[in-house]
């Protein structure tokens, strides 16, 4: 059995502290796209800690974490997290496993995606410059090296083969940066690669999975940025929906229970591309500074807007979504008025659907005004307890969306997060 937790905007949704609250309910945990563009931040006993490469089950003891074939892996952030979760106590060669069939991200992928966005200038998607393009099109292009090559003798050969390819395309791009001290790490991050858990993750998790043990698969990023239907070209280079788990942990469809989304209760982006309901105003800067809203993976200011109520029917179809989970409900805490988007107006005519491509259009939101419940949530363990005005929010957003709110986050806090 196989349960989803997965990000429904654009990302940083909370899908960390979300994970890490669900996984003791769990005995694998399970990354199944994306690499280390991701930042899953979690409390460990009062610490904060961002996960990259990592599952987010790492800290729960009897937890197996599993990196699966469809992540792409950079060994240089995988052994700075390791040397991180080992401080903590972690175990690492006791409860983390990776599949040998998963992409490694080489130092020219980070190369050559830092030179591509450089081409792009102001088209640039915003990437977080961690070689995710590029390791991708490797995989695509079937170039690409795996975890299970670093046990072949010939790997240093087929390295420096797939390194000149890439030369010819960087010197292409005019990019000039020495890459020498990249790559002294890589290989010193490899040989620590080596001596990690490296198995065969299909059959891994597939007999785990008849054994009766229960997998939880984390997303990273979000609906909206998946390669097939987010906002194209603004997107990253995985299937970050249901799908996904299906191709990038080797398990079938019929396998998938549960698939929790997980939404904020405003909506923010990071990076390029269209996001209707961005505010460019004070509100806006206000949900910024309350919401703390600045990337875990680079420290960019996220954009802030309402929550977009098309964006995330649409995320909950894509990915069949049982229950959903809404995360920083406390950041509203001090809200006068809030709104939620209920549709693009689109020269001149209202639409609920996401258009083919959002960039070809000006798109104004139709918003629907709620009074704010103005109440500190942040204390607050049991549904009863929350203001009528919340219920009423998330009420309409149930009726709307059609998937119920299963839990409400009222802080960034293992334990403050409430079951409705
Ligand atoms: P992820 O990428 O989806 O795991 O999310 P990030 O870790 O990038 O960003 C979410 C941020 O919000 C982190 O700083 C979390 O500590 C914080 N956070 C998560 N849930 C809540 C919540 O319910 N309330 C507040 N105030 N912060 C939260
Ligand atoms: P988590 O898992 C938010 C965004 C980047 C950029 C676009 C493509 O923490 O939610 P990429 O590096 O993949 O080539 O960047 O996607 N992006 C994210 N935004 N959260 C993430 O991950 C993201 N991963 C990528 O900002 O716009
Ligand atoms: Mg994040």
């Known amino acids: 059995m196989v349960d989803a937790i997965l990000g429904l905007q654009w990302g940083d949704e909370g899908k960390g502290k979300i994970v890490d609250y669900f996984a003791p309910r769990y005995d694998i945990i399970a990354r199944f796209q994306g690499g280390p563009n991701a930042g899953h931040t979690l409390y460990v006993g009062g610490k904060k800690v961002v ?8 800290f729960h003891e009897n937890t197996i974490n599993l990196i699966g074939n469809g992540v792409v892996l950079d060994p240089v952030t995988l052994k700075r997290e390791c040397d991180t979760v080992a401080s903590f106590g972690v175990d690492v060669k006791k409860n983390l496993f990776i599949s040998h069939r998963t992409h490694l991200i080489l130092p020219t992928h980070r190369a050559l995606d830092k030179a ?31 975890v299970g090559d670093l046990l072949d003798k010939n790997f240093t050969t087929s390295y420096i083969r797939l390194r000149l390819k890439h030369q010819r ?11 020498t001290a990249w ?26 999975i008849a054994a009766g043990k229960k997998v939880l698969a984390e997303g990273a990023q979000g609906s909206m940025l998946d390669i097939d239907f987010g906002t194209f070209p603004f997107v990253t280079s995985s299937n970050t929906t249901t799908s996904g788990v299906c191709n990038g942990l080797g398990v079938a469809p019929q396998k998938i229970r549960e698939v929790m989304g997980v939404t904020k209760a405003y909506c923010t982006r990071v990076g390029g591309g269209p996001f209707p309901t961005e505010l460019h105003d004070a509100t806006g800067e206000e949900l910024r500074k309350l919401g703390n809203e600045f990337g875990a993976t680079t420290g960019r200011p996220r954009r802030c807007g309402w929550i977009d109520l098309v964006a995330l029917k649409y995320a909950c179809m894509i990915n069949g979504v049982t229950k959903v989970i809404m995360t920083k409900a406390d950041v509203l ?6 709104k939620v988007c209920t549709g693009y107006e689109i020269d001149g005519n209202i639409s609920e659907n996401i258009p083919f491509q959002m960039t070809r259009h000006q798109i104004d939101p139709v918003l629907k005004s709620f009074p704010g419940w103005n109440t500190d949530t942040t204390q607050v363990t049991k549904i009863a307890e929350m203001p009528e005005k919340m219920k009423q929010y998330v009420d309409f957003i149930n009726r709307f969306t059609g998937v119920n709110v299963s839990h409400i986050s009222n802080g960034p806090g293992r334990d403050q997060i409430v079951a409705v």
């Open 116 to 146: 591509s966005e450089l081409q792009k200038g102001n088209d640039k998607i915003g990437s977080t410059l961690k070689g995710i393009g590029p390791a991708y099109m490797d995989k695509t292009g079937r170039n690409g090296l795996r």
């Open 333 to 338: 805490d001090k809200f006068e008025e809030l």
């Open 169 to 179: 395309l960087l010197d292409n791009f005019n990019f000039q940066e020495d890459i």
């Open 51 to 58: 996960l990259h490469q990592i599952p987010s089950g790492v």
């Open 183 to 208: 790559e002294e790490e890589f290989f010193d991050a490899i040989d620590f690669l080596r001596s990690l858990n490296v198995v065969n993750g299909e059959y891994f998790i597939n007999e785990k």
